[in-house]
Nanobody, 118 residues
Framework: QVQLVESGGGLVQPGGSLRLSCAASGFTLDDYFITWFRQAPGKEREGVSSIRLRDGSTFYADSVKGRFTISRDNAKNTLYLQMNSLRSDDTAVYYC???????????WGQGTQVTVSS
């Protein structure tokens, strides 16, 4: 059974940091892209960062480049999104999702709320 389970969200002050986790199970990670998305109230869903697990290539939206880092822990089958220098406009529900190269995203996690506020 394929599962993606996010955790690590919370309330943080501007300038602070959080690390989100995406625990994957039921499939072989190396075959997939994993992308972190976010959606703020009233806004469209935005792709934040992706990792191509076969070779570790990473991609970042301009809005987070230099502040966020995507990584994986092979032993734990877990992906991470380290978020530094957080701003109020980073407030959103963050989701991880998987897709095969050339295919649509087919599994999504339930999301974790990140709120950046003083």
């Amino acid at each position: 059974q394929v599962q993606l389970v996010e955790s690590g969200g919370g309330l943080v002050q501007p300038g602070g940091s959080l690390r989100l986790s995406c625990a994957a199970s039921g499939f072989t990670l190396d075959d997939y892209f994993i992308t972190w998305f976010r959606q703020a109230p009233g806004k469209e869903r935005e792709g934040v960062s992706s990792i191509r697990l076969r070779d570790g290539s990473t991609f970042y939206a301009d809005s987070v480049k230099g502040r966020f880092t995507i990584s994986r822990d092979n032993a734990k089958n877990t992906l991470y999104l380290q978020m530094n220098s957080l701003r109020s406009d980073d407030t959103a529900v963050y989701y991880c999702a998987r897709r095969l190269w050339g295919h649509e995203y087919d599994y999504w996690g339930q999301g974790t709320q990140v709120t950046v506020s003083s």
